[in-house]
């Protein structure tokens, strides 16, 4: 069972070998089919397969009359005299072991993914939206320590339970995991909490005297209390350090103004090719930049979400190539990384 939950719980994120082939394998992979809700479904339907499948090819042995699958059951349950009631008893734990653990794990990790900038398709195929809610890091040191925590302290306690010959009286690591979880959902409703008051601070204020359009916050990984925004006003996007915690120090005339590029042809062109829409439709705060060459227009549109979550290392970006008549010549998702090589 345990082998089952770590798998349900792992294996949404089978998505990121798409990073070793392309960007656009892994905007079209990553958190999407197997980070929506159906995706957590089939993927514990196929580990209650492969479960049930182990268990019938390791053997079979006989409890009170019946064969069933080696290691259903443990040694220490009660057996019925009635068929019906063992058989019973065995597709249940099949069922709870194979698939209910696993599904509730797979949930579970698409539930933490949410709470990150990255953004899961959740009703995929209904839907191809992507929900974000950009409270927590893609990695959280206060979670893994209080995981790490909650596996590590209740050990400590049976090695000195065990030294005095106390027995115990519910199942190991039981308390702990509960304490665990309980401490993480806290910590994410604080989370959720302070990414809130961050966001009204910067809506309740004008930038450069443009009044916001729309704010975005990001988590830093250490501080709770810090938050990376970015406000889209009419003329350009600000970027700006938020402290949740105080407003008295926050100083809207202080953001650093990304200007938005004058509408043109060359702009109109490359946002209707296939490229640009496909990148637009999961952007979060798109920005785009035009540049004069040689041989006609680069148009690059690139998603501010990226460097807001410190998360540049796998950033995509549309690049698009136009003639000075506004055709295009080229269009492609590359890594932004490799634009200035």
């Known amino acids: 069972m345990m082998a089952a939950v770590v798998l349900g719980g792992c294996l949404a994120d089978v998505d990121w070998i798409s990073q070793h082939s392309s960007a656009s394998a892994f905007l079209t992979w990553h958190r999407t089919y197997t980070h929506s809700i159906l995706g957590a479904f089939l993927i514990s339907a196929i580990l209650s397969a492969m479960l049930i499948a182990i268990l019938y090819g ?18 220490d349950q009660e057996i019925s005299g009635d068929p019906r009631a063992m058989r019973s008893l065995v597709w249940h734990t099949l069922l709870v072991a194979g698939f209910v653990a696993p599904l509730c ?27 974000a809610a950009d409270w927590l890091p893609g990695i959280d040191p206060w979670i893994l320590t209080i995981l790490i925590a909650a596996v590590a302290l209740p050990e ?21 995991a509960i304490v665990g979880l309980a401490l993480v959902v806290v910590y ?11 966001l009204a601070l910067m809506e309740s204020r004008t930038f450069h005297g443009e009044t916001p359009r729309r ?5 830093e990984t250490l501080s709770p209390l810090t938050w990376r925004g ?12 938020v402290n949740a915690a105080s407003s008295d120090t926050f100083d809207p005339e202080s953001s650093l103004r990304l200007f938005k590029p004058e509408p043109s042809p060359a702009l109109d062109a490359a946002r209707n090719t296939l490229v640009a829409k496909r990148f637009l439709a999961i952007a979060q705060i798109p920005k785009a930049s035009l540049e004069k060459i040689e041989s006609g227009y680069v148009v ?10 410190d998360e540049t290392q796998h950033e995509i970006a549309a690049l698009i190539h136009l003639d000075f008549n506004n055709r295009v010549t080229s269009e492609e998702l590359v890594w932004a990384r490799d634009l200035h090589r």
Not at 215 to 219: R, Y
Not at 230 to 241: D, F, K, S, W, Y
């Open 58 to 75: 390791v053997g079979i042995e006989v409890w009170g009359g019946m064969f069933i699958p080696r290691g259903t059951l443990r040694k």
């Open 300 to 309: 690059i549109l690139r998603d501010l979400r990226y460097a807001g979550a």
């Open 230 to 241: 970015i406000v889209e006003t009419e003329g350009a996007l600000n970027e700006i350090e």
């Open 105 to 131: 794990a797979a949930l579970l990790h698409i539930a933490m993914d949410a709470c990150q900038s990255d953004g899961v398709s959740l009703s995929w195929p209904f839907s191809a939206k992507r929900f």
């Open 215 to 219: 704010a975005s916050a990001f988590p």
């Open 156 to 176: 400590l306690l049976h090695l000195v339970s065990s030294e005095i010959g106390a027995k115990a009286k519910k199942p190991r690591g039981q308390t702990g």
């Open 188 to 198: 994410v409703g604080v989370r959720a909490t302070l990414h809130a008051n961050a």
